[in-house]
């Protein structure tokens, strides 16, 4: 063995033995393109206004200190108790929510504002054609009534709050109608108002409208449709009067069995009926007179004819 293959020999086992070179590990809190570039995406996409919305607001400021106290006329403005100011600058809704009742200050050139009525407002719905489930055709009609209870979403969250509302209350009276009969929507008036406000109310809960009560106001049915219920109804009726009227004969007569029978006991109770009788006919009548006559002295009269026709024969 050579001089150079020991060393070979000596040396081969340590680069065999000798670890990888390790990457040097890179601190969380480093630097990281990732993490800037979605530290830039944050800061381009925050609302916080402009430097050209900065210089508008100053420019106005000063405009308002130039021209005071002149100035106050465009900037101090006043909202009943039952309104509402919702503040829009530059195009921002302001921070705070809707001012009012009150005073409130607003800057010019940079600030608007939208006034909304927080009184209950009802409206007529238009008569609806409406097929019901037995497949009658109806109109039907009735009001709304609704409030604002969240000025900011009435503003920011629908165009126009009061005409969307009112064509979704002719929507839901279509829908609600025509899944009911017509002896239900006659009747159950109630239970459809009550469907049809928590409908209306689940609806516009996103556009800040409180829908507070519905009701059905008339049901107009066609003109023969009137005719037929109202010739079913008369036939009704007409049946049940005489029902009525046979169970009132059936009762007089077994009263008038019974007071023949106490009538037969006692032979006095008939004058007596007879002048009782002869007392009501004097006091409703009085050109009439009857006289009565007992049917003894009939009998007698008949007995004897009966008697004298047998001696003739």
Request: include cysteine.
């Given at each position: 063995m050579t001089m150079d293959d020991s060393k070979d020999s000596a040396t081969s086992p340590i680069i065999a033995q000798s670890p990888p070179p390790q990457m040097p590990q890179q601190n969380s809190d480093g630097f990281s393109l990732k993490?800037?570039?979605?530290?830039?995406?944050?800061?381009?996409?925050?609302?916080?206004?402009?430097?050209?919305?900065?210089?508008?607001t100053i420019i106005s400021y000063l405009l308002i200190i130039a021209t005071f106290p002149f100035s106050l006329c465009l900037c101090v403005k006043v909202v009943q108790e039952y309104e509402r100011a919702v503040i829009f600058r530059l195009g921002r809704l302001l921070k705070g929510g809707a001012k009012g009742p009150g005073i409130f200050f607003i800057v010019p050139c940079i600030d608007s504002y939208r006034k909304v009525d927080l009184r209950t407002v009802s409206f007529d719905v238009p008569p609806q054609e409406?097929?019901?489930?037995?497949?009658?055709?109806?109109?039907?009609?009735?009001?709304?009534?609704?409030?604002?209870?969240?000025?900011?979403?009435?503003?920011?969250?629908?165009?126009?709050?009061?005409?969307?509302?009112?064509?979704?209350?002719?929507?839901?009276?279509?829908?609600?109608?025509?899944?009911?009969n017509l002896a239900e929507i006659l009747s159950e008036r109630e239970s459809i108002s009550a469907t049809m406000q928590s409908s209306l109310?689940?609806?516009?809960?996103?556009?800040?409208?409180?829908?507070?009560?519905?009701?059905?106001?008339?049901?107009?049915l066609p003109v023969q449709l009137q005719r037929a219920m109202a010739a079913e109804a008369e036939a009704a009726r007409e049946a049940r009067a005489k029902v009525i009227a046979a169970e009132g004969e059936q009762r007089a007569s077994r009263a008038l069995k019974e007071a023949a029978e106490v009538i037969n006991e006692s032979p006095a109770a008939l004058q007596l009926r007879y002048l009782q009788t002869l007392g009501q006919i004097s006091s409703e009548n009085n050109s009439t007179i009857i006289f009565p006559l007992p049917i003894d002295i009939l009998t007698h009269f008949l007995r004897k004819n009966n008697t004298e026709s047998k001696e003739d024969d």
């Open positions: 993490k800037a570039g979605e530290r830039i995406c944050e800061a381009a996409s925050t609302d916080s206004p402009g430097l050209c919305a900065f210089i508008l409406i097929l019901t489930r037995d497949s009658v055709t109806v109109a039907v009609d009735g009001v709304i009534y609704f409030r604002v209870k969240d000025t900011v979403n009435a503003v920011t969250q629908i165009q126009n709050y009061s005409h969307s509302t009112r064509l979704l209350a002719a929507t839901t009276l279509r829908n609600v109608l025509g899944t009911r109310d689940d609806a516009t809960d996103p556009w800040g409208v409180k829908v507070e009560r519905v009701e059905i106001k008339d049901v107009r």
